[in-house]
Every structure is written in structure tokens, then in C-alpha cells.
């Protein structure tokens, strides 16, 4: 079975810029989540989906941050404009039922300058 | 609201010796708790779980038990190989809100030397 797929591996961009990621969770997993980590800290959840609905958005700085999960599959991160404390790594995990693990993709590394 | 704390590192140690990583944790509910590994260069990767007090979850040779009455939940392993070396978080999930986001501590770096 194909992991949770995520691109782009790394992104380097100026600080009032916009970037997007984008995650492809696990065939059939239905919950999906995106985690900021701040290098030195533990992840955490910025978003949560359920199919395409948003289950808990209420970490998600909604001035910059949008996301979205359209037909219940692929997800987009996008953060406009960009501020230097971004820079973290994003990640992308799914899940299949709502007592089940968690599985987490590669991550994407997003420096902001 | 919920928390976990583990014990700061880096860990060093050397080829064969007995590890031990500390992680306490806060919750109002009765969580299921997780160790998760993260490899160089890797994603986050499910190394054991206990969803109830005095549940042992193991794999790889580490352990760990649930405590309640200690809050508790150390991994640990008894002969550690250098391609243990990796950061390892501890991290709690509590099922009764309609959130299962998980709730992670910091990491601890462990380095193991040969």
C-alpha cells in the first residue's frame, strides 16, 4: 500500500510571498490533517479534515492559511502572504477509521526568508 | 489542556546500552498514548501504542507501558543499535472530543555511537 505522498520535498521563498503544498493521503483513509513543526518542537495540528468537511480548523492563523480537501481525496496548504515564522516543516498524515493510527508522509520544508 | 512532556536530549549512548526516555502526560479523558520515531530525513512513524492503563505496546525490541497512576509512559529498550539513532516523540490522542488530532512533546534526540 502507497504511503501519504506529499510535494514539494523543500520550498525556499521571500517573506510576503505565497506558496501551496499539496498532500495525497492513503486509498480510503477518510481523516485527514495537516501539522506545522517548528524545528525543535513536536508537530502540531493546524487543521483537520473529515472527507472534505473541516472537523477542528481552530489552530489554522486564518489570516494567512487557507486549506482545502476537495472530493475527499488530495489536500492544498496554502499560506499567503508568508511571515518568517513560518518556516517549519508541514506535514501531512491520514487515517482510516477514527481510533486507528495515524500515518504520516515525508513532509514538506518550508524556509522563509 | 492536554499536554506531554519528555525528557530533553540529545541521548547519547553507545552500541548495546539500555535506553530509557522519559514522557509524562496531562489529560482531563483517558487518551491513547504513542511513541513515534523520525528517521534522518524521514516522516514521523508509528513505533508503539497503549490505548488503556497497563497496556505494553512494543515493537523493534522498545517498550512501553501505560501508568496511570504515574501519568506516565518511558520507552525503553535493552541493547540499542546505531540505526536506533533517530528523534522519538512521545504523544497522546484523545478520542471523546470530535478532534483526534494527536498531541506530541518535543522530541528527544537519541545518538547511538558504535
Known amino acids: 500500500e502507497a504511503g501519504v505522498a506529499q510535494s514539494p520535498r523543500y520550498k525556499i521563498i521571500e517573506k510576503r510571498q505565497s506558496v501551496a503544498f499539496w498532500c495525497n493521503p492513503i486509498?480510503?483513509?477518510?481523516?485527514l490533517y495537516w501539522y506545522q513543526q517548528i524545528l525543535g518542537q513536536g508537530p502540531k495540528l493546524l487543521i483537520q479534515?473529515?472527507?472534505?468537511?473541516?472537523?477542528?480548523d481552530s489552530q489554522l492563523p486564518k489570516d494567512r492559511f487557507s486549506a482545502e480537501r476537495l472530493k475527499g481525496v488530495d489536500s492544498t496548504l496554502k499560506i499567503q502572504p508568508a511571515k518568517l515564522e513560518d518556516s517549519a516543516v508541514y506535514l501531512c498524515?491520514?487515517?482510516?477509521?477514527?481510533?486507528?493510527?495515524?500515518?504520516f508522509g515525508p513532509g514538506t520544508r518550508l524556509t522563509v526568508l | 489542556g492536554d499536554s506531554v512532556t519528555q525528557m530533553e536530549g540529545p541521548v547519547t549512548l553507545s552500541e548495546e546500552a539500555f535506553l530509557t526516555i522519559n514522557c509524562t502526560y496531562t489529560?482531563?479523558?483517558?487518551?491513547?498514548l504513542f511513541w513515534y520515531v523520525q528517521y534522518p530525513g524521514e516522516g514521523l512513524q508509528l513505533l508503539l501504542k497503549?490505548?488503556?492503563?497497563?497496556d505494553k505496546g512494543s515493537n523493534k525490541g522498545f517498550e512501553a507501558t501505560y501508568r496511570k497512576e504515574t501519568t506516565s509512559f518511558h520507552l525503553e529498550k535493552g541493547s540499542v543499535q546505531v540505526s536506533d539513532s533517530a528523534v522519538y516523540f512521545c504523544?497522546?490522542?484523545?478520542?471523546?472530543?470530535?478532534?483526534?488530532?494527536?498531541?506530541f512533546g518535543t522530541g528527544t534526540l537519541l545518538a547511538v555511537q558504535p
Open positions: 498524515a491520514s487515517q482510516r477509521g477514527r481510533t486507528d493510527t495515524q500515518y
Open positions: 486509498s480510503g483513509h477518510a481523516t
Open positions: 479534515f473529515q472527507n472534505n468537511g473541516v472537523v477542528d
Open positions: 489529560a482531563t479523558g483517558y487518551p491513547s
Open positions: 497503549a490505548t488503556k492503563a497497563d
Open positions: 504523544a497522546l490522542n484523545d478520542y471523546g472530543g470530535a478532534t483526534n488530532k494527536l498531541i
